[in-house]
């Protein structure tokens, strides 16, 4: 092979041989995204229990939780006396979403979605505009309550 046939055949597999290390890279994020986000998700429903119990330990009875879970539809059900919030995880894509209302209007209140990411080698939801960590999300969706 000629100079420049040499050059390009070395540039296409350096091109090539990138492309194939993003590409695994991509396939053991979404792997290691799919093992830890019901883990996050298991941490997020602990965290409403303990906080309701805490909170209903000074007002009981003011605040309820149900926690559904099964067949591929996951949700939690938060509840004041005003308001109804549902918290959905879904595992396949893997994704958290919330809808807070007001109970006798039905109207929306707050509403937001989380997925998930890896920033330094651990998996994070992730709100669109950064990171958060699984007590301050439950804090913004405990707020809605009351």
Known sequence: MGDWADAALGRLKATEGKTYEENQQRALDRQQIMADAPHLWNELASTFKQEI???SEKRPDYLHMGDFRGGGDEFIALSSPEVTIEINFDAASPRLSYNAKKKLTDKSIG?????????QGKVWPHDGASFQNIPSIASKILNHLI
């Open 53 to 55: 119990e805490s909170f």
């Open 111 to 119: 509403a937001g979605r989380y997925t998930f990411g890896i920033l």
